[in-house]
């Protein structure tokens, strides 16, 4: 039940715009996430597949393609952009997290933007004052 437990991790790549697993004989209990507006799209593509005798089913939706793959007694469902570079290695990447379980996902570092100070404020820096000891007055 790896992929199940790496849903975060498909979900997380970059390009994934949704992805949903379900496990061979219990359909009724789906795993989903990313964006909601796919969700009846990957249930169709899950029944697509299981109609058919494939291990994996590509289909172009618009501007989107759905990836369905069957590993082990899981079955994923993805969806991407069509031509995005991830596709690539998207199989491998769900094999692959179908035998391993991955350690769970750190959140990303937040980055927090310093606007620069103003003059005269606390913090600001102070504007550099004239060396006097090269003054040619003395």
Known sequence: ????????????????????????????????????????????????????????????IGKHTVVVQTEREETVAVVLPTGHAIAKSLRRMIRRMARKVRPPLRPEPTVMSV??????QPGAPKPASPDVSTSPWG
Request: aromatic residues 4%; negative net charge; without cysteine.
């Open 1 to 60: 039940m790896s992929l199940r437990a790496n849903i975060d991790h498909l979900n997380a790549a970059q390009g994934i715009e949704a992805v949903a697993v379900i496990t061979q004989g219990d359909t009724s209990n789906r795993e989903f996430r990313g964006d909601d507006t796919w969700s009846a799209v990957l249930d169709g593509a899950l029944t697509l597949l299981a109609k058919t005798n494939e291990s994996t089913i590509r289909m172009v």
């Open 115 to 120: 606007s620069p100070s103003q003059p005269g």
